[in-house]
């Protein structure tokens, strides 16, 4: 099947520094990755969607300028969180959706980001 | 706007049969989603609707009826390993060439002995 990853797994910066996330699709070509923040009990909220190539579209109220998204091939979409700051402290999913299906969306593990 | 209902928690025993609604409204309506989420993992995909009437997968099974703007996840022979969050997500067709899916905030399900 369809397999997401990302990395890390988890962090642990300080306040004011810049932490990137990668995603990855390692076996097949994603055509467009979703980006989510899921808050302690709550569900998954969409950030921003990217298609490889072009910039992303961020949803309302997400900072373009604070959440760095860049979708430079079809197998890599990063996330950078810049000048982080404790209430971005938050679990980060990546999902990606296939050139061959639309239709579901391939979920990575997650990145557990603690901002002190 | 995007709305999606879902009971916050349930509790089921083991062996039993427990049904998780999800009722929506939506812009545009593309297909429902289930999926299933253990603590700190990411959603996992149980099953997809986009016409009325019921999927079966397994002990897995989805209903949907678009008239309705609703739909349930059924259940069946509980294990404790069930125990997790499930989301109902709806796809957008107005969003554009992404197809946008939003999430409900989820159920938390505990199987209990």
């Known amino acids: 099947g369809a397999v997401v990853s990302q990395h890390p797994s988890w962090v642990i910066c300080k306040s004011g520094t810049s932490v990137k996330i990668e995603c990855r699709s390692l076996d097949f070509q994603a055509t467009t990755m979703f980006w989510y923040r899921q808050f302690p009990k709550q569900s998954l909220m969409l950030m921003a969607t990217?298609?490889?190539?072009?910039?992303?579209?961020?949803e309302q109220g997400v900072e373009k300028d604070k959440f760095l998204i860049n979708h430079a091939s079809l197998t890599l979409s990063t996330l950078t969180v810049t000048s982080a700051h404790p209430e971005d402290s938050s679990f980060y999913i990546c999902s990606a959706t296939s050139r061959d299906s639309s239709l579901e969306q391939y979920f990575g593990p997650g990145t557990r980001l603690t901002v002190t | 706007g995007q709305n999606i209902d879902q009971p916050t928690e349930m509790t089921a025993t083991e062996g039993a049969i427990v049904q998780i609604n999800c009722t929506y409204q939506?812009?545009?309506?593309?297909?429902l989603f289930w999926y299933q989420q253990h603590a700190g993992e990411a959603p996992t995909f149980l099953s997809y609707?986009?016409?009325?009437g019921l999927e079966e997968k397994g002990r897995f099974s989805s209903f949907l009826s678009r008239s309705k703007g609703y739909s349930y996840l059924l259940l069946k022979e509980l294990q404790m390993k069930d125990s997790a969050s499930y989301l109902c997500?709806?796809?957008?067709?107005?969003?554009?060439?992404?197809?946008?899916?939003?999430f409900g905030t989820g159920t938390k399900l505990q199987v209990i002995p």
């Open positions: 609707n986009v016409l009325d």
């Open positions: 939506t812009s545009g309506f593309n297909g």
């Open positions: 997500a709806v796809r957008d067709p107005n969003s554009g060439g992404y197809q946008k899916v939003t």
């Open positions: 990217s298609n490889e190539g072009s910039k992303a579209t961020y």
